[in-house]
């Protein structure tokens, strides 16, 4: 027999699509609409998804495999609150929490107990009976007049069960009107529908379940479940995620805060994975979530969250978090793998890799102020005094009180030397002023010296007599170059200090030598003389012997 390309085309399609589709339409009989022959078809494959060989030997258990037995209206037991509130596992308005019961073992709760939670009619509320429109789960609304009675007790009087919330957490941690008395009915241990998770639940649907599903703070479902870092799994939506560890279990974080944790780069950003869920902050004025790598903090009365990372947050939780001396904190700042963190009350910084310190906000505005070799980077070491004036070490050098008053940004060599002979409180004394450029180098001037480094030269000082004549001869832009060595007493007394270009002696008596290198001339325009430094001869020609 041939087959015509669409229908061979069909017949390639996988074995369950196919039994899908014929029995859909099988289903579907005459005059059923498109939202109803749709529906069915869902049911019917959600069965194959659950029991495919069971459902394949005997498909008319379709609706059995996916809501249980007394799916129908005829069967007596109250629809599920998903079926009939836009997927919501919630009470419907105009309903409250009235009692519940429990069912050992379930299926659907991964092998632990199931709690059915009956939501039903406010006194001043009115209900019809009828049957639920499910694709499935057609059961009774508004039609059983039953209480358990342990959830609100207050409320007095029977009324109408409207519908049922399912749960794989207690009751009276669902629901704080709920007591611990238990009722169990295992007869529904297979009753379900097909807006509930099913026998494949995983952490992350379930979690969604417990916490109302698309009646929950997070709305509905954005994403697929999806594999995270480190073996995680998360899920996206509209105003949060779900992200299941094992070590955590499944943990929903929503709002402002998820937000913040996303545009970080989520699971595999710095913060990690979170540790808990959103909480109050003790003073009932903020929120907080605390991840694996620190944490997110929300002030109520501020419209943005504030990551605070690594030994930051450690120090910050320490010292009491928001309800600590610190407060909230009001600004963060990633730089070059640190972050720096303002409170209401201190700023504290944290260079890659190192400690979190306190850092006061002039010393940080003048070690921004630093440029080329002098940005110093972030703080590394807590705020300290030498010699009566302010000094903080940074990644690449200080932030150090000059004779003025103001901070200067020191880097690098020239930080490194002055800190070696003491720093603000040594011999060379405090700077005068912020380092600045000069002729193939930098300059820094000190109390009783100044500095002077080269990339090849090194750092060299120089003071008294010499650093007046070497001032006086130009400098480093001057014949001499760059110092390339301190100013040093050899033994007969002298004081000498070598350059690029020569060198600065000073005679025990004071007398001033300024030595310069010879400048180079051809063999051909060097004219000689004699032993007492006379003229040469005048050279003769040939002829003139």
């Known amino acids: 027999m041939t087959i015509a390309p669409a229908a061979e085309a069909a017949e390639a399609r996988p074995i369950t699509v196919r039994v899908v589709d014929r029995l859909g339409r099988a289903l579907a009989g005459k005059g059923l609409s498109r939202r109803r022959f749709l529906g069915r078809v869902a049911v019917v494959g959600s069965a194959l998804a659950v029991d495919p060989i069971r459902y394949a030997v005997r498909p ?42 429990r069912i050992d073992d379930s299926p659907f709760c991964m092998g632990r107990a199931r709690y059915v939670i009956d939501c039903n009619r406010s006194p001043s509320a009115s209900c019809s009976c009828r049957c639920a429109d499910g694709a499935c789960d057609k059961r009774r609304v508004c039609c059983n007049n039953f209480r358990y009675g342990q959830c609100n007790t207050q409320i007095a009087g029977v009324t109408e069960v409207v519908c049922r919330v399912v749960t794989c957490i207690a009751p009276w941690e669902w629901d704080a009107s709920c007591n611990r008395t238990v009722r169990v009915d295992n007869r529904t241990r297979s009753h379900n529908s097909d807006c509930l998770p099913g026998r494949g639940a995983t952490h992350i649907d379930l979690k969604y379940q417990d916490m109302g599903q698309s009646g929950s703070i997070l709305g509905r479902a954005t994403t697929p479940e999806r594999d995270g870092t480190a073996g995680g799994r998360y899920r996206r939506y509209d105003n949060g995620s779900i992200f299941y560890r094992a070590a955590t279990g499944a943990l929903a974080v929503y709002g402002a805060i998820d937000a913040v944790h996303r545009d970080l780069g989520g699971d595999a950003s710095p913060l990690g994975y979170p540790l808990t869920e959103v909480r109050a902050v003790g003073d009932g004025a903020g929120l907080q979530v605390r991840y694996q790598g620190g944490s997110i903090y929300l002030q109520t009365r501020s419209a943005t969250p504030q990551p605070v990372l690594g030994a930051i947050d450690e120090r910050y939780r320490a010292a009491g978090g928001p309800t600590g001396e610190w407060g909230y904190p009001t600004g963060t700042q990633r730089t070059g793998g640190g972050q720096v963190v303002t409170f209401e009350h201190i700023t504290i910084a944290m260079a890659a890799g190192g400690p979190a310190v306190e850092v006061a906000d002039d010393m940080l505005a003048a070690a921004r102020a630093g440029t080329g070799p002098d940005a110093v980077g972030l703080p590394i070491a807590e705020e300290e005094t030498s010699g009566g004036a302010r000094l903080q070490r940074f990644e690449r050098g200080v932030v150090a009180e000059a004779t003025n008053g103001t901070l200067v940004a020191v880097g690098g060599d020239l930080a490194e030397r002055s800190l070696a002979e003491g720093g603000p409180g040594g011999a060379w004394g405090r700077p005068t002023g912020a380092p600045t450029s000069v002729a193939g180098g930098r300059r820094l001037e000190l109390e009783n010296a100044t500095l002077f480094a080269g990339p090849e030269t090194g750092v060299r000082a120089l003071s008294g007599t010499i650093l007046a004549e070497y001032e006086d001869a130009g400098g480093p832009g001057g014949a001499l170059g760059l110092p390339t060595s301190d ?43 004699g032993p007492d430094g006379s003229p040469g001869r005048t050279p003769r020609s040939p002829a003139d012997l």
Not at 63 to 75: E, K, N
């Open 487 to 529: 100013v040093v007493r050899v033994a007969n007394g002298q004081q000498r200090a070598s350059f690029e270009g020569g060198a600065i002696v000073v005679e025990p008596g004071g007398t001033v030598q300024r030595l310069t290198r010879r400048t180079s001339r051809r063999a051909g325009a060097v004219n000689g003389t």
């Open 60 to 101: 008319g258990s379709a609706y059995a495999q996916v809501c249980g037995s007394g799916a129908s209206c005829s069967s007596g037991w109250t629809a599920f609150c998903c079926t009939i509130n836009d997927g919501a596992n919630t009470c419907p308005p105009g309903s409250y929490v009235a009692g519940w019961w």
